[in-house]
């Protein structure tokens, strides 16, 4: 027997799930979703996940399937029951089942599935020695600050990107970078500034990166929010980029151009010390 999975109120063996062939998250990508990484058995800034949640859903009119006090608690009850120690939480709403239309019921019942994956999110190979990041046009609709199922853009660009030797690839649109095919772009300047880009509809608002720069601003550190291009990140003395699933990555290579001396520099390695001692984790 594999996981324990909730699925529409009930807590089922993986095996034993089952979602409807008219689940409009099935047949539209009509549905929202969240990862919450778990260090340790807890889990990391769930607060912020459950919010962005909320506001996906509001975007879309679908209503929310549950309080946020009881999302959380079936979340921690999927901790428990798969006895996981580190790894994600996965939680997608869809708007509900109905026959395959473009326009959709007004009283429509969303329906929520969520699971548990194990994964190393911390002291792996990846966070000590950086990563490399291809470039890529951004395929992708144009509200990227809702959290959709939609994801076949992402997927392709990642896929593309093993394909040429990447580890992953940030997305590029009108000659600037947005964000990673799924996380947020960093770079730090030489003097020390940290930039990314300001929440709008071309980007996901990040979890993880909301989190860091509670954390920066206590430290004084300067965060610059503002578009960058691809050159500009090329240049910069340091490059890294946040997820739930990676946490603070260091990005060493972008597109054929080393960062630095191609490896993660003082300030991402000051920033995931920070970020995981602010998660209880020795860094």
């Known amino acids: 027997m594999g996981r324990i999975v ?17 689940d409009r998250g099935f047949l539209f990508g009509d549905a929202v979703y969240e990862v919450t990484a778990v260090i340790a058995g807890r889990m990391i800034d769930n607060d912020l996940h459950l919010a962005r949640l909320e506001r996906s859903l509001g975007e879309l009119g679908i209503a929310l399937p549950l309080p946020r006090s009881e999302i959380e608690a079936l979340q921690a009850e999927l901790i428990v029951r798969n006895r996981l120690t580190d790894g994600t939480v996965y939680l997608q709403v869809s708007r509900g089942e109905a026959d395959r239309d473009f326009l ?31 470039l890529a046009d951004d395929p992708r609709w144009h509200r990227r600050d809702i959290k959709t199922a939609m994801l076949l853009g ?4 990642k896929q593309t990107a093993r394909t040429r030797g990447f580890d992953d690839v940030w997305l590029v649109e009108a000659g600037l970078v947005t964000e990673g095919a799924s996380s947020t772009a960093h770079v730090i300047t030489a003097d020390g500034r940290i930039l990314t880009r300001a929440a709008s509809k071309a980007t996901l608002p990040g979890c993880t990166q909301r989190a860091l720069a509670r954390l920066c601003e206590a430290e004084g550190l300067r965060i610059e929010e503002r578009a960058f291009t691809p050159e500009e990140a090329q240049d910069a003395a340091e490059a890294f980029q946040t997820s739930a699933s990676s946490l603070v990555m260091p990005v060493v290579k972008i597109g054929a151009r080393m960062i630095g001396d191609g490896r993660p520099g003082p300030m991402t390695r000051r920033l995931q010390s920070l970020y995981l001692e602010a998660a209880g984790v020795p860094a």
């Open 154 to 157: 992402q997927v392709m660009a």
């Open 104 to 134: 959709y019921p007004q009283d429509m019942a969303p329906k929520l599935i969520g699971f548990t994956q194990t994964k190393t999110l911390t002291g792996t190979k990846a966070q000590r020695e950086g990563i490399a990041v291809d």
């Open 6 to 22: 909730y699925i529409h109120g009930d807590f089922v063996p993986e095996e034993e799930a089952r979602i409807g062939l008219f």
